[in-house]
């Protein structure tokens, strides 16, 4: 049986998994606080909640086309990784007495654009999600006062730095294999995405501290530091293809 680096990834979340996190609550938001962050949270709680069926339907047949049997059950890892911020996120705005959203038209225009594409497509939009995750949270942890919320957001930016890596894995895969998007369309559909975020959530990446540039300039920074790490590993795989 062949390592691969999905194998890698499978035992990473496999890993990861029993460190949970206590999410104690004690303090209630202010009013002020309430009003920046509650909306905004339903949000990526919905989102960060995703069955995952349609990626993990795309991944089982890429897998098999390419024959790399652990990537299905590598990106299960990520989907009850995801699940479980979504399930952090709810159990602090219960705790606030928020009620949490079944749908929003955000999640489900980008729900219906992966599900319509393959697992090229599904895997460039995913990269987008993780990567406007970073400036997310990081604003959220600075603007929230509640100490569950700040840990949350910590545990979520360090989960998610590893999803960026997984997902850089996943991309060089599928670019290596002619599925995947070019880059400048990548960038074109995350330069969207930014923009609707940034119209949905700005209010709460202001009050982290971003403006509109730092905010599309640090998730471009980022984008290309996934192409850059997927190309190195496409270029180790080829090597170690002719070193077999
Ligand atoms: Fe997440
Ligand atoms: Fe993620």
């Known amino acids: ?32 606080e309430r009003d920046l962050l509650a909306d905004s949270l339903r949000q990526f709680q919905l989102g960060e909640g995703s069955d995952g069926c349609n990626l993990l339907r795309f991944a089982r047949t890429f897998a098999a086309q390419v024959r790399d049997p652990d990537l299905p059950e590598a990106i299960a890892g990520l989907i009850a990784e995801e699940q479980r911020h979504s399930r952090w996120l709810g159990e602090v705005l219960r705790h606030q007495g928020e009620p949490l959203l079944q749908k929003h038209w955000v999640d489900g225009v980008f729900r219906s654009i992966r599900r319509a594409m393959g697992f090229g497509l599904e895997i460039a939009v995913l990269v987008s999600a993780e990567i406007i995750a970073v400036p997310y949270y990081a604003a959220v942890g600075r603007a929230t006062k509640l100490p569950a919320l700040q840990a949350i957001c910590h545990r979520i930016l360090e989960d998610e730095a590893f999803h960026l890596q997984f997902q850089a894995a996943n991309l060089s895969l599928v670019v290596q294999n002619r599925f995947g998007l070019r880059h400048a369309l990548h960038r074109a559909l995350q330069a969207v995405i930014c923009l609707v975020v940034w119209n949905q959530h700005g209010r709460v990446l202001a009050a982290g501290g971003y403006t509109f540039e730092t905010f599309w300039h640090e998730c471009d920074h980022l984008l290309d530091e996934v192409q850059q790490r997927s190309q190195r590993t496409a270029r180790s795989r080829c090597a170690s293809t002719f070193a077999a």
């Open 1 to 32: 049986m062949s390592i691969t680096t999905s194998t890698l990834w499978r035992i990473h979340f496999s890993r990861r998994w029993p460190l949970e996190l206590d999410v104690a609550h004690q303090v209630q938001w202010t009013k002020p």
